[in-house]
């Protein structure tokens, strides 16, 4: 029986390669033929998609950065027609350009297909009620996986502009059996309960689905002990192009990649490749999407593949997804930043940036609050409270609504 099945999965892994295959020639030949960017960048190599004959070629080819979605702002990542677009997302981005991405009606299909495929491994289906809590940076998701869970059956509450008091008044009267959030709203939401004391036995929750950010041990422990649930983990890429790249199964060691849609490579520093299970960065290639492929997309996550089969029976290769990064990006309620885009707000809103400041993300427990500290420099700032209080509104204001997440800021006497 093992034999048979060791035999099956070969057979399914191999028949997989050779499909991943011929979706990477259509992939580059319509972005090589369509997008001057990419066509470019393959030409400097002097690659042309014919000349691209296996799966390894692919490594000949340059990657592609998160600064160039906004180099190419807004339209010119495109690889189709504006009127075969059927919707255009924007994201705040990493830098003061938003990231654009356009979808046709076969990648929409798509991606409620991706989105599908991890809601059905949690075991989502047409007896849920699902609710969805995502900060404005992750709205795209929250719409795919709507559209998802709608293809199960389920009943779904979409992301909405509640205050987190209503979203748990929804979760408990609703009688809500799966939440999507991420892993920082999860832990606000528990303490929540503990605040208004609300027992979690008045919850009709089983399933929650965190996302955005990887999930840690003891946060996992915490949350599925406390709220009497199970919590299952999912990877996306936050600007684009959508959620539940790859999502845990039954067995929770690991997130199965879907294969189907993504190429995978996991590289070292400095561009090697690595075949055996050490850590490096994630880097990825979109098979199936139309409007808006990714040829070699650096994500800046750190991962390794996990090459034992897995005892769910699904061949689709697993990733472990770890903590740290590669590109020393912060990524707070899942949204990637850099500190310069933090500072670039601060010197729209006080014309200037501080000679001191610090940007960190503070835990406390499981909570995690991402902090703005500004040294009181005296070209800033009076001594009026009223004053600093209103620059301190004015700040957490515009960071909320560029960048999509609360951010606290606080003035300071001196920064240690
Ligand atoms: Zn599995």
């Not at 991890?118 to 609710?131: E, F, K, S």
């Not at 959508?242 to 520093?269: K, M, N, S, W, Y």
């Not at 600093?388 to 997440?405: A, D, K, M, N, T």
Request: aromatic fraction near 6%; include cysteine; glycine fraction near 6%.
């Amino acid at each position: 029986m093992a034999i048979w099945n060791r035999a099956r999965e070969c057979c399914e892994r191999e028949e997989r390669a050779q499909e991943q295959w011929e979706h990477l020639q259509i992939t580059l030949n319509r972005a090589y033929k369509n997008v001057p960017f990419y066509r470019n960048r393959l030409q400097s190599r002097a690659i042309a998609p014919p000349r691209v004959e296996s799966l390894t070629d692919l490594r000949r080819i340059p990657f592609t950065a998160r600064h160039d979605f906004s180099d190419q702002y807004p339209y010119g990542l495109f690889a189709v027609p504006l009127r075969d677009i059927v919707r255009i997302h924007t994201a705040p981005g990493t830098s003061l350009n938003p990231t654009v991405s356009g979808y046709t009606r076969s990648d929409l299909r798509m991606w409620r297909e991706i989105a599908a495929t991890g809601l059905a491994a949690c075991g989502v289906g047409a007896d849920d009620i699902m609710q969805i809590i995502l900060d404005p940076g992750l709205a795209n998701w929250g719409r795919d996986y709507k559209d998802g869970a709608e293809e199960l059956g389920a009943s779904v509450i979409p992301l909405n502009a509640l205050h987190l008091k209503k979203q748990l008044m929804v979760l408990r009267d609703y009688k809500i059996s799966v939440l999507i959030t991420t892993p920082t709203s999860a832990v606000e939401l528990l303490e929540l309960l503990y605040a208004i004391n609300l027992n979690p036995n008045a919850l009709a929750l089983r399933v929650l689905i965190l996302v955005g950010e990887p999930l840690a041990a003891e946060v996992r422990r915490q949350l599925e002990d406390e709220l009497h649930v199970s919590c299952w983990c999912h990877y996306g890429l936050s600007e684009i192009p959508g959620p539940a790249v790859a999502f845990e199964c039954e067995q929770h060691r690991g997130l199965h990649l879907q294969e189907d849609h993504f190429l995978a490579e996991i590289l070292t520093d400095s561009g090697e490749a690595i075949e055996n299970g050490e850590p490096g960065e994630l880097i990825l290639t979109t098979l199936t999407t139309r409007a808006f492929p990714l040829i070699r997309f650096r994500t800046g996550d750190r991962a390794r593949i996990i090459s034992e089969p897995c005892a769910c029976g699904r061949t689709l290769k697993r990733i472990e997804w770890l903590p740290e990064r590669a590109d020393g990006m912060l990524v707070f309620r899942g949204v990637k930043l850099h500190d310069e885009q933090i500072l670039a707000h601060v010197e729209h809103v006080l014309g200037t940036v501080p000679r001191s400041w610090r940007i960190r993300l503070e835990k406390e427990g499981a909570r995690r609050e991402l902090v703005l500290s500004l040294a009181m420099d005296e070209r800033l700032f009076s001594d009026e409270i009223k004053e600093l209080e209103q620059v301190v509104w004015r700040l957490e204001s515009e960071l909320l609504q560029e960048l999509g997440i609360p951010v606290a800021v606080r003035l300071q006497e001196r920064l240690e």
